[in-house]
């Protein structure tokens, strides 16, 4: 068996009654708990990757979600995880073979206040100093934010943010990207992504 322990914090700090779920590949959840009055969960699992981790309170109406994807179980693995009012969706990472040495990152940003607001299109704007990313835990730095137009099914579009940021010194191959994103309120998502 695997440990998978850490916190859980909103902007005011510690968060209690997060539900911390992980999930398959269909979405289903395979197991939960829940952070205790200090943000401390703990939640014991069968060794192996899973594909889904999320952390949830009061969604879409005080909080939207974390994710973690490709989250591994060996011994102990540790998250810390904030919640807010933004949420990454939809992460990935990779490489671009014989370009120069960058991550390019695509994801989902998305806003509860225009979930709220009845937006269409619920992506808030995001310019490079809007986002942090840390790659195997040491800080990136952000060289280009693309807004994408994407096709989401039945005719209906949703804009996702198409990036570059640097792989820092000492970085071979990336196993960890964790990102922030944060608007103009100091409203902020954040989410993980691991190899």
Known sequence: M???RGTTAG????LAAVSIEIKNEKFETLYQTFSDENGKFELSVPDGVYPFLTAV?????RYLEYWAQNVPAQSETELHI???????YGLHAFTVKGAARALSIYFRPMS???FKAGEADIAPALKAEDISVAVNGLESKVYVVNR???YIGEG???????MQAS????VEEWGRVDITICDAEKHFGCAALFR
């Open 167 to 170: 792989i820092p010194e000492g």
């Open 2 to 4: 695997a440990v998978i």
């Open 11 to 14: 902007r005011e700090g510690a």
């Open 82 to 88: 904030r919640i807010d009012t933004l949420e990454v």
């Open 57 to 61: 309170r009061d969604y879409s109406s």
């Open 112 to 114: 509860l206040e225009k």
């Open 148 to 150: 994408v137009r994407e």
């Open 156 to 162: 209906q579009y949703l804009s996702a943010c198409l």
